[in-house]
């Protein structure tokens, strides 16, 4: 089955992830199309944590810079002596280590593990072809046990820790291991698949916490401090920088999330999922997830703050609630509409150069009951104009389950406007 997501966002490249699955039947697009595949087919890994390649200080500016590198005296010949004296700030250069000191003990390895439930080859059921196999036939219908592990974060002194959905998402047991040595079985406050953000608890007071930063006020090439526990390595320590910012679930390869992610040029390794990035102050500005198959320099966090607000609901109540629309996206480009308009279908044109294409309509949906129509374009939401699709899932995602938005579309070149209650996304929709 065709993998079609309606959780108001983008359409994005094909993807081999770890999590995806398959719509449910009710949801359908009509009428179909078909578009181009994008050229780049991207594998995109969930990791359970990140690391930050080594950063090249010769030109930064921000706090604790690498002051190795002395400017040249004004009579020298070297070149570097065209550069002023203070191109690089005289300050203490161990800033990493003092983050770390200060921080590490809030960081915990979480170990987890799973039963399933394996079945052996219906062939192997008939005796006359198992006597073939003799002693080596295939083990009977059993169970058998999966482990991994990851990192998290402490950000409640009574134990309460910040970790990805998909390190303890269906685990029968979770065993936390703080820096001390100390540990602990882990309850599961809550799982949030379609952030990738899970809470667990356990049972000890007074832990040290990380101190939350704002990850809206990130810029890119400011500093990234990643602490966690790839591969089994407790307590790795990597530095690199913010790449970008805002980078979309389509951007990244995970149509199934709904995360702005932020980008680093971080080492990532399997076991950091869950494990945080931090400023060069040590305040976590985001939660390492996930990386791409066979790139380098490309690693993924989630926003603190978007992270923090579903953390905030799974505490309270074991579950997060997403507003959604139910409208499967496109941003328009020439391209898009050149490919567009070879569509068969006469009544399909697009006669817009900018806006958000719907490409598909989810059955029952709001937006499907608000009459929202496969080919309108979206121009506006709530007065505000959105010009990619990005930028209508930031807008449906701020907003609260049974929230009023009112949709400016271009429907045919004529000018339409809808309202539409934004609905809860569907538990069966989640991935």
């Known amino acids: 089955m065709q993998n079609d997501n309606y959780n108001s966002r983008p359409l994005s490249h094909h993807i081999n992830t770890m999590s995806s699955k398959n719509m449910p039947n009710q949801t359908q697009l009509s009428p179909k199309f078909s578009l181009p595949k994008k050229l780049a087919f991207l ?4 990791i359970g944590s990140t690391a930050t390649v080594g950063c090249n200080a010769l030109t930064s500016s921000v706090p604790g810079s690498s002051n190795a590198i002395k400017a040249e005296p004004a009579n020298a010949a070297s070149p570097i002596s065209a550069f002023p004296a203070n191109i690089l700030p005289s300050q203490d250069s161990n800033f990493v280590s003092k983050v770390v000191q200060e921080v590490g003990p809030a960081v915990v390895r979480i170990d987890s593990s799973r039963t399933v439930q394996t079945q052996q080859p219906d ?13 080596d036939s295939p083990s009977q219908q059993g169970n058998r046990v999966e482990r991994g592990s990851g990192s998290g974060f402490v950000f409640g002194s009574d134990g309460r ?43 000890a007071n007074n832990l040290p916490v990380v101190s939350l930063g704002k990850s809206e006020e990130l810029q890119p090439g400011e500093w990234a401090i990643a602490i966690g526990n790839p591969l089994g390595l407790d ?19 995970v149509p199934d999330k709904r995360v702005s992610f932020i980008q680093t040029d971080a080492a990532i390794n399997p076991g950091n999922s869950g494990g945080p990035l931090l400023n060069q102050r040590g305040q976590v500005i985001g ?39 139910g409208v499967r996206m496109l941003s328009i480009t020439p391209q898009i509409k050149a490919e567009f308009n070879k569509n068969p279908n006469p009544k399909l044109r697009l006669t817009e150069d900018k806006g958000v294409l719907v490409l598909g309509v989810a059955k029952d949906s709001p937006a499907s009951q608000a009459g929202v129509r ?58």
């Open 235 to 253: 307590n790795t320590v990597t530095v690199g920088i913010i790449s970008a910012t805002g980078r979309s679930s389509a951007d990244v390869g």
């Open 123 to 135: 062939v192997l059921n008939d005796p006359f072809f198992r006597r073939f196999f003799g002693p």
């Open 374 to 431: 496969v080919a309108d374009v979206i121009k506006k939401i709530n007065g505000s104009e959105v010009t990619d699709a990005g930028s209508v899932q930031q807008i449906v995602e701020k907003s609260k389950v049974g929230a009023d938005m009112q949709l400016e579309l271009s429907r045919g070149g004529q000018p339409v406007t809808v309202a539409v209650k934004a609905g809860a996304f569907p538990a069966d929709m989640k991935q």
């Open 43 to 46: 594998s995109l890994i969930l």
């Open 287 to 325: 939660m390492n997830t996930a990386i791409i198959q066979g790139a380098q320099g490309l690693g993924f966090a989630i926003p603190i703050d978007r992270a923090q607000q579903i953390a905030d609901q799974l505490v309270t109540t074991g579950k997060a609630e997403h507003p959604y629309l």
């Open 161 to 203: 820790i910040l970790t990805n959905a998909h390190v303890v998402d269906g685990a029968d047991t979770v065993t936390v291991k703080l820096k001390d040595g100390r540990e602990f079985v882990g309850k599961v406050l809550g799982v949030d698949t379609v952030t990738d953000v899970a809470v667990v608890k356990i049972e």
